[in-house]
C-alpha cells in the first residue's frame, strides 16, 4: 500500500528508506516489494532515524560552527532520491527530549534546501508507522492492541474515504469563514480562495500514513477569537503541553498560556515570525482513530476532531506563511463543539450534518 | 552504565585508522545491532568537527543491496548500481564498516550468482576505497553470532575483542617492524612444525606490517612470496580451515617449484582439490603472514582474528597483491592458519628467528 498507493513506484526508481532500526520487518517487507516493482531500496537507517546525518550523539558534540551546514552525502540523497520513504519506529518517545530544541532545529535546518522538492511534493515522500512498544505506551495501549489499532487506522478503503472527505472539503472550498466553537473556544479563520486539499493515504506527492484528513491553510492575518486545546496534550520533540490556550487578533497569537512545558511553548512560538500565525486548518475525519496516542500524525486524524498548526504553511494550497515551525494541535469537538461554514453549523459534536 | 571502551574503540577508529579530520564526511555503514558502538563514532565525529552520515542496513553492509531486496530483484537489476549508493561511495572522505552479524550464517540463503553481481555492481564506485586513496576501516563488533561461532559467552567474547583492538598500536607497530625489518633483508623463510618442513623465497619482496590500518584489529605482518619458491610440505592439523562456509580438517599440502603438487584433507579433501583447480593461480601462493597479536591466543573460527594469532603464520593459496610485488593471480584467496605454538619454529636464511611461537630476536 505504500508503495502503490502512497508514492506510486516505477521500475527504475530509486527509493531513499529512512527510519530508525526498530521496524525491521517493515523494512524487508519494504526491500521486497521495491525489488519486485524493479526498484531500488536504498535503505539508510541510523540509531534515531528519519535523516541518516543527523543523530543525537552528533548533534549533542559537533561543533556550533558545524550545525547548520548540510553533509553534501546527505543533502545530494535527499535532493536526488525519486522518492522518499520515512520510517517512524521510536523505541522511547522522549529520546528526542534530551536534545537541544535549538541545536535540533538548526540541524534540521541545514536540509531545508535539500528537501525543497520533496517540499513541493515534486518528489514523491510518505512518512508511516511501525508498532514499536514506545508507541504503544506513550498511546496507553498494550502491544498488539496498538498494533491493531494502527492497522485499524491505516488499512481503510481509501478510496471510499476519499470521496466522503471530498463532500466535505466541497463545502469548505469556496466558503469565506470557518467557526469553531467548543469549550473555551470560539475562533474565526478567513478560508476564501483557500483551496482544501484531501489526504486520502496517498496524493502521488506528499503523504502521511494514516491519512483521513483535510486541510487548508488560512488567510494567514484572519484568525480572529480564541481556542483551548483542553482534551488532549500536544507533543512535540519528546515534550508534552497541556491545556494551550491561544489568542488571536488579526491572525496572530496575542496571547498565549499552557498549564505544562509554558516555556518550552513560548520558545517555540518566538522561533520566527511566522511561528505566531496559522499555516493549517486540518479536518480530522479517519474513523479508524476515536482517541488520542499522543502522536500528532495519528491525533489530528482522529475522527470529530480539528488542527491548527501554528508556523509553517503549505504554498502548494496557497499557504504564504513562512517558519521554521509546523506544529499541529488538536482540538476535540465530540463533546459540545461544533464547526460552522459561512454561518451553517456542519459538523456537531464531531458529527457531520452535511 | 556506560561502556568506556566502546568510546575508546570508536576513538581508535577515528584517529588511528583513518585519521579523521574537521569538516570530513564519514560514511557509517553497516547492521544495526551494533548500536553503542555506533553512537560513540557518531559523537566521535561531532567531536571532531565531522559529519557522521549513518547509513547503516539489516542485511547488507551495503545500504542498497539490503538481502530483503536482492533476495527479489532480478540478477540484471542487482548487477547495476543505484547512483545514489554509487555517490556516497565516490564522495565519501572515510567509510567506518561495523561487522555486527546476527546470525554469521545468514548470506547462506541468498544465490552466489547474485551475491556476486551485487558486490562487482559497486566495485567501480569503491575503486578510491580499494586503493586506499580514501582510508576506510572495517571492524568488529561483540554479537552473539560472533561469540557462538568463537565458542565464547557474548561477554567473554567482548572481553576479548577489546583486548585484541585496544593495544598500543604505536608500540605494536615498533614492535612488529622490527621483526619484519629482518624478513626483509632475509632471502629464505623456512617454516618447521609438526608434519612440516616448507621453504619460501622472499628476496625482495618486502614485508607490510597491518597495526590498525584499514582493519581492526590489525596485529600481522605478510608479504607476497616469490611464487615460483615453495617447497617442501606443510600440514595444518592444529585449526580448520574454513572456505566458503566449510570447515576443512588436517589439510596437507606438497609444493614443488612453487605450486601444490599434492593436496590431501581429513575432511572436505574433495573440495579442497576443486578449490586448487579454480584457476592455475589457486595452486600457488599470494601471502605469507605473521600473527603478531598479543590479545588473540586462540582460535575462533574468524579469520579477521585468526590469522593474528600471536605464535602462528598463515599462507594464502591463490591472489597476491600487487602493490607488495605480488604476480600471482586468481580469484581465490584463502588463508590458512598454522600453529607454530607447540613446537614449531620460523628460520630465516638459516637463523632461528622464533621458537614455540616465541620470538628470539
Request: hydrophobic share 40%.
Amino acid at each position: 500500500m505504500l508503495l502503490d498507493a502512497c508514492l506510486h513506484v516505477q521500475a527504475g526508481w530509486e527509493v531513499l528508506v529512512l527510519g530508525p532500526p526498530a521496524a525491521r520487518p517493515l523494512y524487508e517487507a519494504i526491500g521486497a516489494a521495491l525489488a519486485r516493482r524493479e526498484a531500488y531500496a536504498v535503505f539508510q537507517l541510523s540509531p534515531e532515524g528519519s535523516i541518516g546525518a543527523i543523530n543525537r550523539s552528533w548533534i549533542r558534540n559537533a561543533p556550533d560552527e558545524l550545525l547548520p551546514k548540510p553533509s553534501s552525502l546527505q543533502a545530494h540523497l535527499l535532493a536526488e532520491t525519486d522518492a522518499l520513504l520515512f520510517v517512524a519506529a521510536p523505541e522511547n518517545t522522549r529520546d528526542p527530549a534530551s536534545v537541544d530544541a535549538d541545536r535540533y532545529t538548526q540541524a534540521r535546518q541545514a536540509y531545508r534546501e535539500a528537501m525543497k522538492r520533496a517540499d513541493a511534493d515534486e518528489t514523491p515522500w510518505v512518512v508511516c508507522h511501525f508498532p514499536t512498544p514506545a508507541m504503544a505506551q506513550e498511546a496507553g495501549m498494550a502491544t498488539d492492541e496498538f498494533e491493531e489499532f494502527l492497522y485499524g487506522a491505516c488499512l481503510l478503503d481509501w478510496d471510499a474515504e476519499r470521496e466522503r472527505m471530498q463532500r466535505y472539503a466541497d463545502r469548505f472550498d469556496g466558503a469565506e469563514e470557518v467557526r469553531i466553537v467548543g469549550a473555551g473556544t470560539d475562533l474565526r479563520l478567513g478560508v476564501a480562495g483557500r483551496p482544501f486539499e484531501v489526504d486520502a493515504g496517498g496524493t502521488g506527492g506528499g503523504s502521511n500514513m494514516p491519512g483521513g484528513e483535510f486541510f487548508c491553510c488560512p488567510l494567514e492575518d484572519s484568525a480572529e477569537g480564541e481556542i483551548v486545546f483542553g482534551e488532549f496534550p500536544a507533543v512535540r520533540r519528546g515534550r508534552e503541553v497541556t491545556g494551550i490556550r491561544l489568542r488571536f487578533d488579526t491572525g496572530r497569537v496575542v496571547e498565549a498560556s499552557a498549564s505544562t512545558n509554558e516555556d518550552f511553548f513560548f520558545q517555540l512560538l518566538d522561533t520566527d515570525d511566522g511561528a505566531r500565525r496559522l499555516g493549517e486548518l486540518g479536518i480530522g475525519c479517519n474513523p479508524g482513530i476515536t482517541r488520542s496516542i499522543g502522536s500528532p500524525y495519528f491525533d489530528e486524524k482522529i475522527d470529530g476532531t480539528v488542527h491548527l498548526a501554528v508556523g509553517h504553511g503549505f504554498p502548494s494550497v496557497g499557504g504564504t506563511n513562512e517558519s521554521m515551525v509546523h506544529w499541529d494541535i488538536v482540538k476535540d469537538l465530540r463533546d459540545g463543539g461544533r464547526i460552522e461554514v459561512d454561518g451553517e453549523v456542519v459538523q456537531e459534536d464531531g458529527q457531520w450534518l452535511i | 552504565m556506560k561502556d568506556e571502551r566502546y568510546t575508546q574503540y570508536a576513538d581508535l577508529l577515528l584517529d588511528t585508522c583513518v585519521a579523521v579530520q574537521p569538516g570530513w564526511e564519514v560514511l557509517i555503514v553497516g547492521p544495526p545491532h551494533s548500536r553503542p558502538l555506533l553512537e560513540e563514532i557518531g559523537a566521535g565525529l561531532g567531536r571532531r568537527g565531522a559529519y557522521a552520515v549513518y547509513q547503516l542496513a539489516y542485511g547488507n553492509i551495503i545500504g542498497a543491496a539490503d538481502r530483503s531486496w536482492v533476495r527479489e530483484a532480478s540478477l540484471e537489476l542487482v548487477g547495476k548500481p543505484s547512483r545514489l549508493q554509487a555517490y556516497l561511495f565516490e564522495n565519501c572522505d572515510a567509510i567506518v564498516a561495523v561487522d555486527a552479524p546476527e546470525n554469521t550464517r545468514d548470506g547462506s540463503s541468498i544465490d552466489s550468482e547474485k551475491v556476486n553481481a551485487g558486490r562487482a555492481a559497486y566495485l567501480p564506485a569503491m575503486q578510491r576505497l580499494i586503493s586506499h586513496e580514501v582510508p576506510w576501516v572495517g571492524c568488529q563488533y561483540p554479537t552473539p553470532a560472533l561469540a557462538q561461532d568463537a565458542g565464547m559467552a557474548t561477554d567473554e567474547f567482548a572481553d576479548f575483542l577489546f583486548g585484541a583492538v585496544l593495544l598500543d598500536w604505536k608500540a605494536e607497530k615498533e614492535r612488529m617492524q622490527r621483526y619484519a625489518d629482518r624478513f626483509d633483508a632475509s632471502e629464505e623463510v623456512r617454516i618447521v612444525g609438526d608434519g612440516t618442513d616448507l621453504r619460501i623465497g622472499i628476496a625482495g619482496r618486502n614485508m607490510e606490517v597491518d597495526a590498525g590500518g584499514a582493519n581492526m584489529p590489525g596485529g600481522e605482518f605478510f608479504c607476497c612470496p616469490l611464487e615460483d619458491s615453495a617447497e617442501g610440505e606443510i600440514l595444518f592439523g592444529e585449526f580448520p580451515a574454513v572456505y566458503a562456509g566449510r570447515e576443512l580438517t588436517g589439510v596437507r599440502l606438497k609444493f614443488q617449484g612453487g605450486r601444490v603438487a599434492k593436496a590431501t584433507a581429513i575432511v572436505h579433501e574433495e573440495f579442497l582439490n576443486q578449490t586448487l583447480d579454480s584457476d592455475e593461480g589457486a595452486r600457488r601462493l599470494g601471502e605469507l603472514g605473521i600473527g603478531c597479536n598479543p590479545g588473540i591466543t586462540r582460535y575462533m573460527k574468524n579469520t579477521l582474528f585468526d590469522e593474528k594469532i600471536d605464535g602462528t603464520i598463515h599462507l594464502a593459496l591463490g591472489f597476491g597483491f600487487p602493490n607488495l610485488g605480488g604476480k600471482n593471480e586468481s580469484s581465490v584467496h584463502w588463508d590458512i592458519v598454522k600453529d607454530l605454538r607447540n613446537g614449531g619454529r620460523i628460520e630465516l636464511d638459516g637463523e632461528v628467528v622464533q621458537e614455540n611461537g616465541v620470538w628470539t630476536i
